[in-house]
């Protein structure tokens, strides 16, 4: 199955803008799926978002975005900062491939500024196509290696994740987290980063992939573009017949015991 990351640069606060380029990408590409960075829909901006609610989306509001979905058949996971009755949700929704909303994963570990505009999600969302089941997460949700273990004890393949690492510290995480999740959970491990400056920050690209031994298969380049990745189930099964990480977890670590 084929996974498109679409390492496209968001108009500050330009929702239509960025929802009409998205579908442009989405007819060219009519891959099995299309994903979109973190908060795509009007960039990365939880200061903005705050002060301009018509930034935060209902599921009903990806008009030509869904259009484009069901024209090419394709699954798109679009970063949003979806409405809700309480705080927006930052968000991946999921589009099927006949442009309805299949689904809506929100993120779960909020950063700095996040935490005063977001609510945060408290569930997993995983994407069953053809065969491959893809396990989604955004950004700084990658540092936590709970969320791509339970992915990957729910028979995941691949986890996902939408992402916005500015330039900085960040960047040294940022190459830490997603090959240490792959290898330690044998499943293919995506981000689709964002790229370009949005509200004073630098955003490095580099989306990328890694096998389900934690080896590099792909990384892209600091500006816009699109790259894309082969998941393969069976080459999930073929490397745990020798890394056994899920199956030798000792149920012993769950105890500590102290001397002083």
Same mark, same amino acid.
């Given at each position: 199955?084929? %996974?498109?990351?679409?390492?496209?640069?968001?108009?500050?606060?330009?929702? +239509? !803008?960025?929802?009409?380029?998205?579908?442009?990408?989405?007819?060219?590409?009519?891959?099995?799926?299309?994903?979109?960075?973190?908060?795509?829909?009007?960039?990365?901006?939880?200061?903005? %978002?705050?002060? @301009?609610?018509? &930034?935060?989306?209902?599921?009903?509001?990806?008009?030509?975005?869904?259009?484009?979905?069901?024209?090419?058949?394709? &699954? /798109?996971?679009?970063?949003?900062?979806?409405?809700?009755?309480?705080?927006?949700? @930052?968000?991946?929704?999921?589009?099927?491939?006949?442009?309805?909303?299949?689904?809506?994963?929100?993120? @779960?570990?909020? &950063? *700095?500024?996040?935490?005063?505009? #977001?609510?945060?999600?408290?569930?997993?969302?995983?994407?069953?196509?053809? *065969?491959?089941? %893809? +396990?989604? +997460?955004?950004?700084?949700?990658?540092? #936590?290696?709970?969320?791509?273990?339970?992915?990957?004890?729910?028979?995941?393949?691949?986890?996902? #994740?939408?992402?916005?690492?500015?330039?900085?510290?960040?960047?040294?995480?940022?190459? $830490?987290?997603?090959?240490?999740?792959?290898?330690?959970?044998?499943?293919?491990?995506?981000?689709?980063?964002? /790229?370009?400056?949005? =509200?004073?920050?630098?955003?490095?690209?580099?989306?990328?992939? &890694?096998?389900? =031994?934690?080896?590099?298969?792909? !990384?892209?380049?600091?500006?816009?573009?699109?790259? %894309? $990745?082969?998941?393969?189930?069976?080459? /999930?099964?073929?490397?745990?017949?020798?890394?056994?990480?899920?199956?030798?977890?000792?149920? *012993?670590?769950?105890?500590?015991?102290?001397?002083?």
């Amino acid at each position: 199955m084929k %996974i498109a990351l679409g390492q496209l640069a968001s108009r500050p606060g330009d929702v +239509g !803008t960025n929802l009409k380029r998205a579908a442009g990408l989405v007819r060219d590409l009519k891959t099995d799926v299309l994903a979109l960075p973190e908060l795509f829909t009007c960039g990365y901006d939880p200061e903005g %978002i705050a002060a @301009n609610p018509a &930034w935060s989306l209902s599921t009903q509001d990806f008009g030509p975005l869904a259009e484009a979905a069901a024209e090419a058949r394709t &699954w /798109v996971l679009a970063g949003a900062s979806v409405a809700t009755e309480g705080k927006p949700r @930052n968000a991946i929704v999921v589009l099927g491939p006949d442009g309805a909303v299949r689904g809506r994963y929100d993120k @779960n570990h909020l &950063w *700095g500024r996040e935490k005063q505009v #977001f609510e945060a999600g408290s569930g997993l969302l995983m994407l069953d196509v053809g *065969g491959v089941s %893809i +396990g989604l +997460g955004v950004c700084y949700d990658a540092g #936590f290696p709970e969320l791509s273990r339970a992915y990957a004890r729910a028979g995941a393949h691949a986890v996902l #994740f939408c992402s916005a690492f500015a330039t900085g510290p960040t960047e040294h995480r940022y190459r $830490v987290y997603h090959p240490a999740r792959a290898l330690e959970n044998t499943v293919y491990t995506l981000v689709v980063n964002a /790229v370009g400056e949005l =509200a004073g920050e630098r955003y490095f690209g580099e989306s990328g992939a &890694w096998s389900p =031994a934690g080896q590099p298969l792909i !990384t892209a380049g600091r500006r816009e573009g699109v790259s %894309i $990745v082969d998941i393969s189930a069976a080459e /999930v099964a073929r490397t745990r017949e020798h890394l056994t990480y899920l199956t030798d977890l000792s149920p *012993g670590v769950d105890h500590v015991a102290r001397v002083s």
